[in-house]
């Protein structure tokens, strides 16, 4: 015998309205009796806070702050919250929040090396071509694996030439343009960020030249050393200002002056190249070289034909992996292609800053940004005219903290203070949440930013944003100090 059982539609409408305002009622209650702080508390904290930006050094700078509570939803504290301030290296909070959300954790960058000719395995009759997608992280790691592979296939010679193609990205010149690694030059075709390490360690004995060698090791580059071995302690020290490159088309000359104690440790100094692409691609050359497969042709520029045969197209790490490297070591060049390479994906190559500026137009307008909260001006925050208000970054961190398919690898990219990344040694002088908070700084001339999250010791998450302008550059370490003890005031909540 069967049964059939008829409910009535508005029966079953009246239920289900009932559960959805219980649920709603158990929700609100449950985060307002488990979660809000007491006014006290908020008294208290504010008058601490207060205290900090009452003192000379904040009151005769431009000043922004907000922290808000991601359980209870509370502003706990604000301060000139909408204020427009320069963000520094923060921007890349907006850049890699907006990457994540477009290609989500697992995306990946290619570089292409494709033929013009057939390729039986053995030998590339016509010329190589080598592609470049802007992979922010096409590295000596990737290079020779893909090398390595292609000679265990039986790749013998390169018959034609090795032809550099960049012409998917076209970046802009950097706000700084000296040899230092953090100004190095975005490009479709990059190698190691664009950048040459420059390792120093003392010599044998008192007097002797110091060893000096680079990494890649190149033909492009030309070592002259003038360091010297000296006894523990004594002389000028080796630096980046002691150590310099100069540049003709894609080869460097470094000079390295100074002295090195003779008990001190290998010192790695970082200078960008220049014309990235032919570098690339000479390095590129000199890597098949190595391996036992000659290249006879020359290497030079040019734009890869419609049909060719794929050799290899060897991907970069996760997106997950970019954006820490981006975040936890605040890698300029990294956040300057992810920027470029969104504005290829979303208006066709060549990706520009501009194009890429424009694609993340949809995320802020999902996040809530207007367009006069935010100036973008590139991607890393390298131009002191990047702005936004406190109040507006706050939004991309709540945001990328509520999205479950976002967070973990989003929050995974800050540095951890006292840990690792740039922050490592943070609030070993002056205390502080160590361990319990994810930041990201931001530093140039008269600007400090820190960002982030901080896990108070009652089991919260607290979203916060500090931007500091307009200060005299020798002041930095104060405006740290209270920036420590702002964090170390929210950690104890």
């Known amino acids: 015998m069967k049964i059939r059982l008829t409910l009535r539609s508005d029966w079953i409408d009246g239920l289900m309205r009932h559960a959805a305002c219980f649920l709603v009622f158990c929700s609100v209650s449950l985060s307002a009796f ?3 702080y007491r006014s006290e508390t908020l008294d208290s904290l504010k008058k601490a806070i207060d205290g900090l930006y009452e003192e000379q050094l904040m009151v005769k700078s431009k000043t922004g702050f907000i922290a808000k509570s991601l359980k209870s939803g509370q502003v706990l504290y604000a301060h000139h919250a909408a204020e427009m301030l320069s963000t520094a290296s923060c921007m890349k909070l907006v850049t890699t929040a907006a990457a994540l959300d477009r290609w989500g954790a697992n995306h990946h960058f290619i570089t292409g090396f494709y033929s013009d000719s057939a390729f039986d395995g053995r030998v590339v009759r016509g010329n190589l071509y080598i592609k470049g997608y802007g992979d922010p992280y096409f590295t000596t790691e990737i290079l020779f694996r893909t090398v390595y592979h292609l000679k265990a296939l039986g790749l013998q010679r390169i018959e034609g030439d090795l032809i550099a193609d960049d012409t998917y990205l076209l970046d802009t010149p950097n706000a700084e343009t000296n040899d230092r690694a953090y100004s190095a030059m975005g490009s479709a075709l990059g190698y190691n960020f664009n950048t040459v390490v420059i390792c120093i360690r003392p010599g044998t004995n008192v ?5 000096v060698f680079t990494e ?15 006894d523990s302690g004594s002389g000028i020290g080796v630096n980046n200002f002691t150590v310099s490159a100069s540049y003709t088309g894609e080869k460097m000359r ?6 090195m104690g003779i008990d001190e440790e290998e010192l790695a100094i970082y200078k960008r190249v220049n014309e990235p692409a032919k570098f690339a691609a000479q390095i590129i050359r000199e890597t098949f070289e190595l391996f036992g497969i ?3 042709g020359q290497v030079r520029l040019g734009r890869t034909p419609k049909n060719v045969e794929t050799i290899a197209e060897p991907a970069s790490n996760d997106l997950s992996a970019v954006i820490a490297g981006i975040n936890k070591w605040s890698n300029n060049y990294a956040a300057t292609q992810l920027l470029m390479n969104m504005g290829a994906d979303e208006f066709g190559p060549p990706g520009t800053d501009d194009k890429g500026i424009r694609a993340i137009q949809p995320f802020l307008d999902k996040v809530g940004i207007r367009s006069d909260q935010i100036t973008m001006i590139d991607g890393s925050g390298l131009d002191i005219a990047n702005k936004t208000t406190p109040e507006a970054l706050l939004r991309v961190l709540e945001y990328m903290a509520t999205v479950h398919t976002l967070s973990p ?17 943070r609030f070993q002088k002056n205390g502080g949440p160590q361990g319990r908070a994810r930041l990201k700084i931001g530093y140039l001339h008269g600007v400090s930013g820190l960002a982030g999250y901080i896990d108070t010791i009652h089991n919260d998450r607290i979203a916060f944003v500090m931007l500091t302008n307009d200060f005299p550059k020798e002041y930095y370490e104060s405006v740290k100090r209270i920036e420590d003890r702002l964090c170390a005031l929210l950690g104890n909540l």
């Not at 890649?216 to 000296?230: D, E, M, R, Y």
């Open 216 to 230: 890649p090791i190149s033909n492009l580059i030309q070592i002259v050393n003038f360091a010297k071995t000296a």
């Open 254 to 259: 470094i000079m390295v002056s100074g002295t």
């Open 294 to 296: 000659p290249v006879k």
């Open 34 to 36: 488990c979660q809000s």
């Open 207 to 211: 007097g002797d030249s110091a060893v």
């Open 409 to 425: 690898e989003y929050l995974a990219s800050f540095s951890i203070a006292g840990v690792d990344g740039t922050e490592r040694k």
